[in-house]
């Protein structure tokens, strides 16, 4: 199929602050949407991935002056972290967004003045709550009041309180519109209690204008006509998405127009905590300046620890590079995918990585392949050819293969990464079950069955790591060698003969068990 024929799909993780310290959960975030990409790359769309840095706002400015630090030197060497974690993790992407970038920034002035041409944001007093940490307003029925001090209701950290002149956007204008649109629109926000929950604690309780500038600090863009305004870093954050790829009001880039305008899938991955931002204000700005919307916004849940969430104060934050010293990306990459409900909180701890590693990569997928190819490699010095035989057990072991791939997909394409992940796992399960079944080890003399029995084996193995290689491309990239085949297509999993004219290569040990 030709470039200009394929579907796209674009998707992001949300851009981090580089102020933060490197968490676990930003390289299970990025993993996610990074696995998403490589699932539909092998499905045949063109696709596009960012991730970036979201390097504004108060909370930066206050940590490059406890630092000592100009704020762009600051963001500077602390975005360079996380593009060192991507490097290690191998993850790779098609845009690293920083909101520091001139373009990025430029576009986001214009946004602005839209907003103000439209008539869609007006000068007044903003007097209420915020909260530095997570750059957020709070109202004052909704904070944590305690001895006169007001915190977060979700993260806790403490509320300021602000008042200042502030030019507001007109966000009320716009609920039922949002509640229509989200209503009508089945898939806009995964899971749909994200969707509940915002709309009982923010729609359902009158939406108020949102204060869309600051004026107490220097640290981000500057409203051009009013430069004691700087613009309120998620509106400036939110547009990253599309500044990224080239947008602008005229003659927007070509990535733009293909991934967005004329895009045909585009999926935001978000935490939780910031779905307010991305299921509320994003689709209003959007639709507020005719711009199309997303198709999705998936949200994850935390990944937190056997003894609770992580936090500073409780010393129980795991840093990704302290992992990656012990273990290699892809193993890590494979429990978040294949154990997390991405749609709830799931528990990470080194005794869970390491028992997933040796049941499921080791014991389950590795001794299925070793034994396959070991058994070829004993017997047959030729290709060994496909033959449609009408037998119950073999016939059904070739229909597993083929309904356990649509399985795969059918999952993968509704998000539900965990099930397509436990289909894999359950062909391998089945696939050694038919080895014990078929005892191939017997059929010595028996050359023309033991070829139809390892030939369904050799099909099996493939399918398996087709399915597989979206999390871990590099253990993968080994297995081609082996099997002496260039790829693992999905394309080729029901054609089962596609090892007639193969002879696949000596057995070697990929995973290797993990002794702790
Ligand atoms: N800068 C904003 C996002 C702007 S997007 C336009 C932001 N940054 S952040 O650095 O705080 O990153 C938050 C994201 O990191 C979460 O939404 C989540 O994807 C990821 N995680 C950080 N800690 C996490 C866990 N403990 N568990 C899972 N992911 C979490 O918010």
């Known amino acids: 199929?030709?470039?200009?024929?394929?579907?796209?799909?674009?998707?992001?993780?949300?851009?981090?602050?580089?102020?933060?310290?490197?968490?676990?959960?930003?390289?299970?975030?990025?993993?996610?949407?990074?696995?998403?990409?490589?699932?539909?790359?092998?499905?045949?769309?063109?696709?596009?991935?960012?991730?970036?840095?979201?390097?504004?706002?108060?909370?930066?400015?206050?940590?490059?002056?406890?630092?000592?630090?100009?704020?762009?030197?600051?963001?500077?060497?602390?975005?360079?972290?996380?593009?060192?974690?991507?490097?290690?993790?191998?993850?790779?992407?098609?845009?690293?967004?920083?909101?520091t970038n001139i373009q990025h920034k430029e576009i986001v002035e214009k946004i602005f003045n839209k907003l103000l041409e439209k008539q869609l944001i007006y000068k007044d007093k903003y007097k209420g709550l915020y909260s530095i940490n997570d750059e957020e307003f709070i109202l004052e029925t909704q904070a944590i009041k305690i001895d006169d001090q007001y915190y977060h209701p979700v993260s806790k950290h403490k509320?300021?309180?602000?008042?200042?002149?502030?030019?507001?956007?007109?966000?009320?204008?716009?609920?039922?519109?949002?509640?229509?649109?989200?209503?009508?629109?089945?898939?806009?926000?995964?899971?749909?209690?994200?969707?509940?929950?915002?709309?009982?604690?923010?729609?359902?309780?009158?939406?108020?204008?949102?204060?869309?500038?600051?004026?107490?600090?220097?640290?981000?863009?500057?409203?051009?006509?009013?430069?004691?305004?700087?613009?309120?870093?998620?509106?400036?954050?939110?547009?990253?998405?599309?500044?990224?790829?080239?947008?602008?009001?005229?003659?927007?880039k070509n990535d733009f127009v293909k991934y967005w305008k004329n895009g045909d899938e585009i999926v935001h991955l978000i935490g939780k905590e910031i779905s307010r931002f991305h299921c509320i204000y994003w689709p209003i700005f959007l639709h507020a300046l005719d711009i199309k919307l997303p198709t999705t916004i998936l949200a994850h849940g935390w990944i937190i620890t056997p003894e609770g969430k992580m936090s500073k104060s409780k010393g129980n934050v795991i840093n990704p590079l302290d992992l990656l010293e012990k273990y290699d990306s892809e193993i890590i990459k494979y429990f978040f995918v294949s154990k997390l409900n991405i749609v709830k909180d799931g528990i990470f701890s080194e005794k869970l990585l390491l028992e997933t590693y040796n049941a499921d990569l080791v014991n389950t997928i590795g001794n299925l392949i070793s034994r396959t190819i070991s058994m070829i490699k004993q017997n047959f010095s030729k290709p060994i050819v496909f033959k449609d035989i009408d037998d119950d057990l073999n016939k059904n072991t070739l229909n597993l293969i083929v309904k356990s791939f649509e399985n795969y997909k059918e999952?993968?394409?509704?998000?539900?990464?965990?099930?397509?992940?436990?289909?894999?796992?359950?062909?391998?399960?089945?696939?050694?079950?038919?080895?014990?079944?078929?005892?191939?080890?017997?059929?010595?003399?028996?050359?023309?069955?033991?070829?139809?029995?390892?030939?369904?084996?050799?099909?099996?193995?493939?399918?398996?790591?087709?399915?597989?290689?979206?999390?871990?491309?590099?253990?993968?990239?080994?297995?081609?060698?082996?099997?002496?085949?260039?790829?693992?297509?999905?394309?080729?999993?029901?054609?089962?003969?596609?090892?007639?004219?193969?002879?696949?290569?000596?057995?070697?040990?990929?995973?290797?068990k993990f002794k702790q």
Not at 28 to 56: Q, R
Not at 446 to 455: F, P, Q
Not at 462 to 471: F, N, P, T
Not at 484 to 502: A, S, T, Y
Request: net charge neutral; hydrophobic share 40%.
């Open 411 to 512: 999952n993968l394409d509704n998000f539900r990464i965990l099930e397509s992940f436990e289909c894999i796992l359950n062909l391998a399960r089945n696939l050694n079950k038919y080895i014990d079944l078929t005892m191939p080890w017997k059929l010595k003399d028996d050359l023309d069955k033991l070829s139809i029995i390892l030939n369904i084996l050799l099909n099996g193995c493939y399918a398996i790591l087709a399915m597989i290689e979206i999390v871990c491309p590099d253990y993968v990239k080994e297995f081609k060698q082996i099997f002496n085949i260039n790829e693992f297509d999905f394309e080729q999993i029901n054609n089962f003969h596609k090892f007639d004219n193969i002879v696949v290569n000596e057995n070697k040990i990929v995973f290797s």
């Open 159 to 252: 509320l300021e309180i602000v008042e200042e002149e502030s030019y507001f956007f007109k966000i009320s204008k716009f609920s039922s519109w949002l509640v229509d649109y989200v209503e009508k629109n089945n898939n806009f926000i995964i899971p749909k209690t994200i969707w509940k929950e915002l709309k009982n604690n923010f729609l359902n309780n009158n939406l108020e204008d949102l204060s869309v500038t600051r004026i107490s600090f220097e640290w981000g863009i500057k409203v051009k006509k009013d430069p004691k305004h700087v613009i309120y870093v998620w509106l400036d954050a939110l547009f990253n998405y599309i500044s990224a790829l080239g947008f602008d009001f005229e003659n927007p």
């Open 1 to 99: 199929m030709s470039n200009t024929n394929k579907k796209t799909f674009y998707i992001t993780t949300p851009i981090y602050y580089p102020s933060g310290n490197l968490h676990i959960g930003h390289f299970y975030a990025t993993t996610i949407a990074w696995v998403l990409k490589n699932y539909k790359k092998k499905m045949n769309y063109d696709v596009k991935f960012l991730t970036g840095s979201d390097e504004h706002g108060q909370k930066i400015e206050k940590k490059a002056k406890e630092n000592n630090m100009e704020p762009q030197n600051y963001v500077d060497i602390q975005t360079d972290k996380f593009i060192q974690l991507w490097k290690k993790t191998k993850i790779d992407y098609d845009f690293f967004s920083r909101t």
